[in-house]
């Protein structure tokens, strides 16, 4: 008889088949969430105390125009402020998105701000189907493929994905990537990792994976095949989209590593090692619920990719993870490291292969993600330190 694990195992790709997707039951989940997003915000203003930080949106611009959103929107309208010595200056935020919202917006002519909205709830209804599509194809399972969007659309901090920052592009880019390369399309794999960086620097590491899975599926001596070279050196383009934005800012700026150098000056972000995430001034100075908050997350995140392990999680998915936290805990700041973790979709992979192992925990599951996302949209709106 099979171990847990081996029965978890995924079905090769080159035989997978897709099996029939229910519309139905995925719009119903994708509406759900937002609408529970939209009634926690909506009732929790009239009721909850505000933080320090309220108000930062103008008025009728929608409740989640807080934080970056702004700065988002900004971008979008007026573009790229290159002075290091600006307030404005947000060369840290990636193109990519800003401009497909300026694109949608038909350049400017309509409100930014409206628009942003509608690019990020479309992108992700397409991060929705394509997980839905990869978890399909790699298990063979409908009903897990489900639960691994429902605990997308549910986990902590998913409504950043419904206003303006740039994980809503960034999530179906990196699904479509990785799930391109287990399918041998290696160069819409590297397509989509190029747009990736292009829309958040963390895409580079995407690199990795797909380097892993042409070696996994070409062996050592997949180089010396043309086909072979020519799909490894699709598995290099991730560099390409942030390279681009670095001859950008060296045309424009005449400082190709402007993006690092703000990075650094604006949020605190620079490498360290990993261990120096607890020192004095990176955690232990903030209170003790973001302290517990974001602490949980790095622990739950590590945990999950090591469950994945045990469960045979593909390992272009779980190499992707490890690499995504590592560069998240090694940048000495605790700032949004939540929101950063959301992008990593292997960990709604394991939950749902959890739940399928464990079908009692199902629910609970989902009703504790639930919950953490009703808390986290609420300091979100109410605003209070929640970026």
């Known amino acids: 008889m099979p171990s847990p694990a081996e029965s978890e195992a995924p079905c090769a790709p080159a035989a997978a088949t897709l099996p029939a997707m229910d519309w139905r039951e995925l719009a119903i989940a994708f509406l759900g969430s937002r609408a529970l997003i939209w009634l926690v915000a909506g009732l929790s203003l009239t009721i909850v105390g505000k933080g320090a930080y309220f108000g930062q949106q103008t008025p009728g611009e929608g409740w989640f125009m807080r934080w970056d959103a702004g700065l988002f929107r ?16 947000n060369v840290s935020f990636l193109p990519l998105y800003p401009l497909l919202v300026y694109a949608v917006s038909l350049g400017g002519r ?13 992108c992700l209804w397409v991060a929705c189907v394509w997980l839905w599509a990869a978890v399909a194809r790699e298990w063979k399972d409908a009903r897990l493929a ?10 902590p901090v998913s409504f950043f994905f419904s206003t303006l920052y740039s994980e809503a592009l960034f999530l179906p880019l990196a699904i479509g990537c990785l799930a391109s390369a287990r399918r041998g399309r ?3 794999a590297g397509l989509l990792g190029a747009l990736a960086s292009l829309t958040r620097f963390i895409g580079v590491v995407l690199v990795v994976p797909l380097c892993w899975q042409w070696l996994e599926s070409a062996g050592p001596a997949g180089w010396r095949r043309k086909a072979g070279r020519g799909a490894l050196l699709a598995c290099l383009l991730p560099l390409a989209g942030f390279l681009a934005y670095c001859l950008y800012l060296w045309i424009r700026s005449g400082d190709p590593l402007l993006y690092f150098h703000m990075e650094n000056a604006d949020f605190g972000r620079r490498f360290a090692w ?11 100075l903030q209170p003790a619920f973001y302290q517990i908050w974001f602490g949980s997350t790095v622990a739950v995140a590590f945990g999950l990719l090591l469950a994945g392990v045990l469960f045979r999680l593909p390992a272009a998915y779980t190499i992707y993870g490890l690499a995504a936290l590592g560069v998240y805990i090694s940048a000495r700041s605790v700032e949004a490291l939540p929101r950063y973790c959301s992008v990593i979709f292997p960990l709604y992979i394991v939950l749902a292969l959890v739940a399928r192992r464990w079908p009692r925990a199902s629910l609970p599951l989902l009703a504790l993600s639930a919950a953490l996302l009703t808390l986290s949209t609420i300091l979100y709106v109410n605003g209070y330190w929640f970026t």
Do not use: E, I, Q
């Not at 900004?74 to 200056?89: E, I, M, Q, V």
């Not at 309509?110 to 479309?122: D, F, R």
């Open 74 to 89: 900004n971008l979008a309208t007026h573009g790229y402020d290159l002075n290091p010595r600006s307030p404005a200056n």
């Open 186 to 188: 290696w160069w819409t």
């Open 274 to 284: 990993f261990y120096l995430l607890l020192s004095r001034d990176a955690f232990s």
């Open 110 to 122: 309509l409100k930014p701000w409206l628009t942003g909205y509608l690019v990020s709830w479309a």
């Open 146 to 155: 489900t639960l691994a969007v429902a605990f997308l659309l549910y986990s």
